[in-house]
């Protein structure tokens, strides 16, 4: 009875038992297809890309842009701040560095990773200060350093450098005294060179306002003191008594 019974819920349930489990495989066997695809991709990017920097490189921004536009229409989602932080470099490489910096806003408002989008607001810091845009710089470099991580104290690095480039010492040992002790995150090497720069720096030179000394007693005679009299001229030889 038990068998028969067994036999029947086979009969009735064993068809939807297979479906569901050539659908589990189906599904298995259609990511693993899926994400091999998307691997072959993104290795395709990665070399398009490399090929687009070395032309940068070559001094042929202008076919490099070009190469860009290809790679941006065929880009892999999610990958289209990559594109625009290379077009920012071939930007600059043309010396329009007013679409450069507008390339690497456009790549940090776009970026899905924060570090990515950390990286072109670093780079357009770097960009400006190189430009001597004062304002501009000071704002992009403090934002970086608000959000504080890696790249804070990189632009803390980056604050230091134009700091003392310009002659304000004591600004420029604030960012560097802060990477060397405060910042526990700081990678070694970006703590060697606050040290340098502080060794290049020298100490703190601190200076005290000094009150005037109080006139000594042989300087000025006591109040109230009589004054002497003044000395007896002696008589000339003509003068009678």
Do not use: C, H
Request: aromatic share 6%; hydrophobic share 45%; net charge positive.
């Amino acid at each position: 009875m038990r068998r028969e019974r067994l036999v029947a819920l086979l009969r009735q349930w064993g068809p939807w038992a297979i479906g569901a489990l050539v659908l589990v495989l189906a599904g298995i066997v259609g990511w693993q297809q899926i994400d091999a695809y998307q691997t072959v991709q993104r290795a395709k990017f990665s070399d398009a890309l490399i090929a687009a920097q070395t032309v940068v490189q070559q001094g042929d921004p202008t076919k490099a842009q070009a190469k860009l536009d290809a790679i941006q229409r065929a880009a892999p989602r999610g990958y289209a701040s990559v594109v625009q932080l290379e077009r920012a470099g071939v930007f600059v490489a043309k010396q329009q560095y007013k679409e450069a910096l507008t390339a690497f806003d456009t790549a940090a408002a776009g970026a899905k990773a924060k570090e990515l989008g950390a990286l072109a607001q670093l780079r357009a810091a770097y960009l400006a200060a190189d430009q001597g845009n004062t304002a501009d710089f000071k704002g992009r470099v403090q934002a970086l350093i608000d959000a504080g991580g890696s790249f804070g104290l990189l632009a803390r690095e980056l604050a230091g450098m134009q700091a003392y480039s310009e002659g304000e010492f004591a600004a420029a040992r604030e960012q560097f005294e802060f990477i060397r002790l405060g910042g526990l995150d700081a990678p070694p090497g970006l703590r060697q060179r606050a040290g340098l720069m502080l060794s290049l720096l020298g100490p703190e030179v601190k200076t005290e306002a000094t009150e005037p000394a109080a006139p000594s007693a042989a300087a000025s005679p006591a109040t109230g003191a009589p004054s002497a009299p003044p000395a007896a001229t002696a008589p000339s030889q003509g003068s009678k008594p």
